[in-house]
DNA sequence: ACCTCACTTGTCATGTGATTTCATATCAGA
DNA sequence: TCTGATATGAAATCACATGACAAGTGAGGT
């Protein structure tokens, strides 16, 4: 697992600390405004997936929370980032079996991921694959098409420019 | 667990018995020119997948082969899963942590999934995500594109009659 | 025929990810 | 204050995947 180290939206430098206050501070005002309850729990989780703004895996996020006070059985960690996935404060990314905070919340969209496979370093960008050809294939097809899961592999700026030395 | 039913590909009926032998025949031939050893228990675990036509996972697999006197540790799915899907004869369905047959083995493709989140039915479609507007933002993020999985979920056709009652 | 090296297989053990279950606690609204 | 919905705590279990090591198999060189 890699660890946390540099600080990156999209791979790229930014100011960290308002950052994690600026997503924290806007799911509280959207929970207000929805009637959605963001615990102590749901709210850590949310900070720490923030904070390291890369793929945690759950027990990744256990420790943590463990760490900090919080109980430390799976289905902590699982019921607070199921809230997160659900209210869209968070995404899965299925191919690494782990989560990231969503870089546009409260906006609607269809997320597309690019993930390092060095360093697990994960952005977010939009993605309509319904719209281009899979979805004249789907309709073509009688296949109603409900969400789409993108997830682009490779090599993150940083790590292409270690990897040609 | 889906258990297997319907003979489908794309969703659509289809001569599965031929379809069967052509798949494995296709894959013995392409072994044979380009030096891949398909063993028994490989074989075994194509022909498993190919005939359910459906996502399998490694131990819906384990289970069959066991029950055909090949040996019953995990390893043994995986081993031929990792081969197969290597090789280009099965893809991983990330989202479903399960396998399916390719459905265009030899030729070089992206593949993009339709996934039916109530029978597991798989189908196998075209993509080209990288050369849309994820590739446009990953070039422009300095990222680069080695492989991108598209999973599409809803729900297929029989499913969709089914829940219209 | 024999050796050798790369690859494949069998098996046990372990690691990692996720859910079920049931009891208890908290909160919002009647 | 009562009540139903929602959230937590904790134990157990299930599901998915890999590590490690010994033993077997096959093709190519001698
Ligand atoms: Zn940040
Ligand atoms: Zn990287
Ligand atoms: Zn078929
Ligand atoms: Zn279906």
Redesign the pocket.
């Known amino acids: 697992?890699a660890t946390e180290n540099a600080a990156l939206v999209g791979f790229a430098q930014h100011d960290h600390a308002a950052c994690i206050k600026r997503a924290l501070a806007g799911a509280e005002a959207r929970c207000a405004t929805e009637?959605?309850?963001l615990?102590?729990?749901?709210r850590k989780v949310l900070e720490l997936l923030v904070q390291s703004h890369r793929a945690l895996?759950?027990?990744?996020i256990l420790d943590r929370l463990r760490d900090t006070g919080?109980?430390?059985?799976?289905?902590?960690?699982?019921?607070?980032?199921?809230?997160l996935v659900k209210h869209g404060f968070a995404h899965?990314i299925?191919r690494?079996?782990?989560?990231v905070a969503c870089a546009h919340p409260g906006i609607s969209h269809a997320p597309a991921f690019m993930i390092c496979r060095i360093c697990n370093a994960v952005a977010e960008a939009q993605s309509a694959p319904a719209e281009g050809g899979l979805g004249a294939t789907a309709r073509a097809a009688g296949f109603r098409i409900e969400k789409t899961v993108v997830e682009a592999e490779g090599l993150c700026p940083a790590c292409l420019e270690q990897a040609r030395g």
């Open positions: 697992m009637g959605f309850r615990t102590p729990a749901r895996g759950a027990y990744a919080f109980g430390s059985q799976p289905p902590v960690a699982y019921r607070a980032l199921n809230f899965k299925e690494l079996n782990a989560f």
